[in-house]
């Protein structure tokens, strides 16, 4: 079993930044692809960035390329989201997983049978 737990969430104005982090419990986290997704209100949840099991890949939503940055600390359990350039539709409740059969590249498409889910972190970018 795998517990996620996310922090890092809060209120920036247009162009700050944020560094989210999730820490995870359990042996089998490097074991795990994981990634960052969001919801906002009244949307469904969306993939924002993967990244492989030994961080040597990464994959983002088209939203977010050049301005977000997925990393992993296996050491530390422990995967980051670095935002930066936020703009107010960034805004959203930010969540961790992580999904031990899949890909990177495939882990867009689990979002129905991820493995593992945190309970979110909210990120608020007002104009």
């Known amino acids: 079993q795998v517990q996620l737990v996310e922090s890092g969430g809060g209120s920036v104005q247009t162009g700050g930044s944020l560094r989210l982090s999730c820490v995870a419990s359990g042996e089998t986290f490097s074991s795990a692809t994981a990634g960052w997704f969001r919801q906002a209100p009244g949307k469904e949840r969306d993939f924002v960035a993967a990244i492989s099991r030994g961080g040597g890949t990464t994959y983002y939503a088209d939203s977010v390329k050049g301005r977000f940055t997925i990393s992993r600390d296996n050491a530390k359990n422990t995967v980051y989201l670095q935002m930066n350039n936020l703009k107010p539709e960034d805004t959203a409740v930010y969540y961790c997983?992580?999904?031990?059969?899949?890909?990177?590249?495939?882990?867009?498409?689990?979002?129905?049978?991820?493995?593992?889910w945190g309970k979110g972190t909210l990120v608020t970018v007002s104009s």
């Open positions: 997983a992580a999904d031990l059969g899949s890909s990177a590249q495939r882990l867009s498409e689990r979002i129905g049978t991820m493995d593992y």
